[in-house]
């Protein structure tokens, strides 16, 4: 019986052990899981991917240089302190 009770803790830590992983995982293997499918798929042309752009900005929509409204002014009043 105590060998019957040890193999059912281990196959319940591996299964829970599994979850674990795919649960912290989880991003990185849809990634890799994805890229599996299209390698496997013989009709996936890479050609049609809009992604595969070389010439495409890494940042297409980047913060307006010009707006200043977070900086902070130093030559405000409020933030200059006579000795």
Known sequence: M???????????GLVLGWAAIEIACKPCLEKGRQAIDRSLNPDYDPDDDDNNNIRAPL?????????????????????????
């Open 2 to 12: 105590g060998a019957v009770t040890a193999a059912v803790i281990a196959i319940v």
């Open 59 to 83: 940042n297409p929509n980047p913060p307006s240089i010009a707006d200043d409204s977070d900086a902070i002014s130093t030559s405000s009043p409020s933030l200059i302190k006579a000795v």
